[in-house]
């Protein structure tokens, strides 16, 4: 049980050593801003958290929040209202979810090598599609959702506690969440019993693509930019977040609370290094460390049980 | 004398897979080594190839009495085995597949293509092989497949060469090519264990035979001195234990019809009906095709032709999705790969083919699916600490029931059983029986695929017996465990017939 709160305590003990050694990090800009810069990996996190329950991965997230976040833009450059932007974001993710999981579950082919793919071709779209540039030209109304505030703090914490909620519920709660267990944990066992398999795979990727398509909304509405090399490299921050928290590669495992420590964790580890003065080469050798500690202690657990 | 082996013993875990297993070869002879599944056979020639070593027993070699630590112990010995799966490397050339490991090398291990590929063709042409040292293995058929393995296994003089039922995956004419090559080698002196489940191919092939049945030689002796019906009374002649005395009861409707169910290679139009209340077993050597055609009816493999009827309604299942909403529940022969999920909890196992029951719009109803396991549980009689123990920490015998369960809660009337009681122990299956016994009593229709012949003989009303992809024959209960060995085992034609008529008979009333 202890090894089973470590993700937590670990944040618990990160929070409070972080209080004592730097006089700056308990404060509401600090804080505030920490949940500003996890919150795009978070919700990205809570969608690969399901994909990795059910066997897969996606490694597609960093290239689908960098379209979504431009063609979104890209509309209200064009003159569309602000919500009508947000939706073209999020139909673009859904849309690279939907793509993902047909490929994986018509095609039959790996989900590593699929969303390998997929990565490259949306990241090269939204390259030709931006040509390479930048999109400014955006209301700026829309700086709402990645930095304004809503009763006092941040309004992406909303959506996140939001998008968490809603996560845990369909994890928790529901057929389809069942059913992505049932897959990752034996995706033979999950085709003798009868379950729909494909479908259900496929609707996994899909809600994943949606938070995806969110979380670039929120990206580009921070840098007021759509920026079409947003996002590089979260795809692997992603993951981690998930395996931080317990998630397992083998399929099966992993929940909403632990994804969320886990992407906190790294999140206080990244700003815990800016006020100590850390370099940022270092905090990327921190962080890449804690992953491989996170799952050796995980490991140790299960074969002591098992 | 080659060979000689003396009470020779070996138990895997719990279970004793040899407890007495002797037998002699000598050289120039074939020697065939036959027996139930189980009995030990693969076991012992495992033995002699030192791919296992024994518990306890006498292996003389050329009467030196020898212990195998490895199979390179008995390949420097001159014993050489083919395997029942291929062990080839499809993507190289057969001549590459003949000296895989064992290349004219020169320093630093450079391969001398060139000689290998002469050793090859000499090797090939001495023995008149239909093959040529280029070709890629990966398309050649399986009788050519078995060559390269024959020559991979005499290449370098073997004395005495061990096949594992060789002839299983192979037509009639690469049988024959088989048995043609074997002979050969058999001239030349060489001995040959020959392991197999087709009796009636022996007598074209072997000199002796020696009899397993439960781990122990039962019979040795000349060939053309016994025939087919005392071997086969050897093979069976195991004592029955009483597990699970049942009683039948008048069948009810037809629940499941089938008729000309054809897959090739594996089924060959195969018809049969399940009633209400009836448990009705189905045995077979392995690959007679028992678990294909449960794959078949489940809709896991697609079908060439043939049709189906549930319930009395003509039905087409070409998923188990389909087969999970017309009531058809499959408990597979593999629990833990394709039965149980063995990472998540009890409960949800229990659930997971009847959550539309347990749900609202997509919602789960947590008090609904509480309320359903616990009720399962206590019914079943499942041991375990609590529902939210996981499903890979019961017992096999709980893990089976567990299996049973999901399909129970999900309203499944026919129940299709492979190997229920494998890897069971006692007390666990006398139960899984009673829950059979449970289930035909309340109506449902149960087929049970199993090997045990003794649990067969008891618990079925009636036993259909399948061999190399067809229905040989349906006998009452109370049929001889030799009486369904017999069309097991032996090409019966004419007794095919017989059944077929009584068939349509039955049909008929």
């Given amino acids: 049980m202890i090894q089973r709160l470590l993700p937590f305590l670990t944040l618990v003990t990160l929070f409070v050593a972080l209080s004592i050694a730097s006089p700056y990090f308990l404060t509401y800009t600090n804080l505030s801003s920490v949940v500003r810069q996890t919150a795009v990996i978070n919700i990205m996190a809570l969608g690969m958290t399901l994909i990795i329950i059910a066997g897969g991965i996606d490694l597609s997230v960093g290239a689908v929040l960098a379209f979504s976040g431009l063609l979104g833009t890209m509309a209200m450059e064009a003159g569309w209202s602000i919500p009508v932007g947000v939706l073209v974001g999020l139909l673009c993710g859904l849309f690279w979810g939907l793509t993902n999981g047909l490929l994986i579950t018509q095609l039959k082919i790996n989900p590593f090598i699929v969303t390998l793919g997929t990565l490259g071709i949306a990241r090269g779209v939204t390259l030709i599609i931006s040509n390479g540039l930048p999109v400014h030209r955006i209301p700026k109304e829309f700086s709402f959702l990645g930095e304004g505030n809503l009763l006092g703090v941040p309004f992406v914490l909303w959506v996140l506690v939001f998008c968490a909620a809603l996560t845990h519920v369909i994890l928790e709660h529901t057929r389809m969440g069942r059913y992505a267990f049932a897959i990752g944990s034996n995706p033979e066992a999950a085709y003798y019993t009868g379950i729909p398999v494909g479908f259900h795979t496929t609707a996994v990727y899909a809600y994943s693509g949606l938070l995806c398509g969110l979380a670039g909304m929120i990206e580009a509405s921070r840098l007021m930019t759509g920026q079409p090399t947003a996002g590089q490299g979260y795809e692997l921050q992603v993951i981690a977040a998930v395996v931080i928290g317990g998630g397992s590669l083998r399929g099966g495992e992993g929940s909403v609370i632990g994804t969320l420590v886990g992407a906190f964790i790294m999140g206080l580890l990244a700003n815990g290094s800016d006020l100590l003065g850390i370099s940022p080469y270092l905090q990327q050798a921190i962080i890449g460390g804690v992953i491989i500690l996170a799952v050796a202690v995980d490991e140790l657990r299960k074969r002591k049980l098992g | ?509």
Avoid at chain 2, 160 to 166: H, K, N, R, V
Avoid at chain 2, 281 to 286: E, F, M, P, R
């Fill in chain 2, 1 to 509: 004398m080659l060979l000689e082996l003396r009470g020779i013993r070996k138990r895997f875990g719990g279970i004793v897979a040899l407890r007495n297993g002797s037998l002699t070869v000598l050289p120039g002879e074939v020697h065939a080594l036959v027996g139930e599944n189980g009995a030990g056979k693969s076991t012992l020639a495992k033995i002699v190839a030192g791919m296992i070593s024994p518990d306890g027993g006498e292996v003389i070699w050329r009467g030196q009495l020898v212990r195998f630590e490895r199979p390179a112990d008995a390949a420097a010995q001159g014993i050489a085995m083919v395997h029942q799966e291929s062990l080839l490397a499809p993507h190289l050339s057969v001549a590459e597949n003949i000296f895989l490991g064992r290349e004219p090398r020169l320093p630093l291990g450079w391969v001398q293509r060139q000689r290998l590929y002469e050793a090859a063709r000499r090797l090939i042409e001495e023995h008149r092989f239909p093959l040529q040292p280029e070709w890629r293995v990966e398309r050649l058929n399986p009788a050519g497949r078995q060559l390269v393995e024959i020559c991979r296994a005499i290449q370098h003089g073997s004395s005495l060469l061990i096949f594992d039922e060789p002839t299983s995956a192979l037509s009639e004419a690469e049988t024959q090519e088989v048995f043609r090559i074997v002979r050969r080698l058999r001239e030349q002196g060489m001995g040959v264990l020959y392991i197999t489940h087709r009796l009636e191919e022996l007598r074209a092939i072997g000199d002796r035979i020696t009899v397993l049945r439960d781990g122990e030689t039962v019979y040795s002796g000349l060939l053309a001195e016994i025939t087919t019906d005392e071997i086969i009374r050897h093979m069976v002649g195991r004592e029955v234990t009483t597990i699970y005395r049942r009683t039948p009861q008048t069948p009810g409707d037809e629940l499941l019809r089938v008729e000309g169910l054809t897959r090739k290679p594996v089924l060959h139009s195969i018809s049969f009906s399940l009633r209400a209340g009836e448990i009705v077993g189905l045995a077979g050597l392995v690959g007679a095709g028992r678990t294909e055609l449960c794959r078949a009816l489940f809709g896991v493999d697609r079908v060439d032709s043939g049709r189906v009827w549930l319930q009395g309604r003509e039905v087409r299942i070409r998923h188990p999705r389909d087969a999970l909403r017309l009531g058809l529940a499959l408990i597979p022969e593999d629990r833990q790969r394709s039965g149980l999920a063995v990472r998540l909890p009890l409960a949800w196992n229990l659930t997971l083919a009847s959550l539309p029951q347990v749900s609202r719009l997509g919602f789960l109803l947590a008090d609904r699916e509480r309320r359903l396991c616990e009720e399962y549980i206590q019914r079943l009689r499942i041991r375990a600490e609590s529902p939210r123990q996981l499903a890979g920490r019961l017992s096999g015998g709980t893990q089976q029931k567990v299996v049973i369960a999901k399909w129970l809660l999900a309203r499944a009337r026919v129940f299709l059983f492979d190997e229920p009681t494998r890897g069971i122990d006692v007390g666990a299956k006398a139960e899984v029986f009673q829950l059979m016994d449970e289930l035909a009593r309340e109506g449902a229709a149960l087929l049970m695929v199993s090997s045990e012949l003794p649990e067969l003989v008891q618990v079925a009303d009636r036993i259909l017996v399948m061999r190399q992809g067809r229905l040989t024959a349906e006998l009452p209960h109370g049929a001889s465990q030799e009486e369904v060995m017999r069309y097991a085992t032996v090409d019966t034609q004419p007794a095919l017939r017989d059944a077929a008529t009584e068939n349509a008979e039955g049909d008929g009333k």
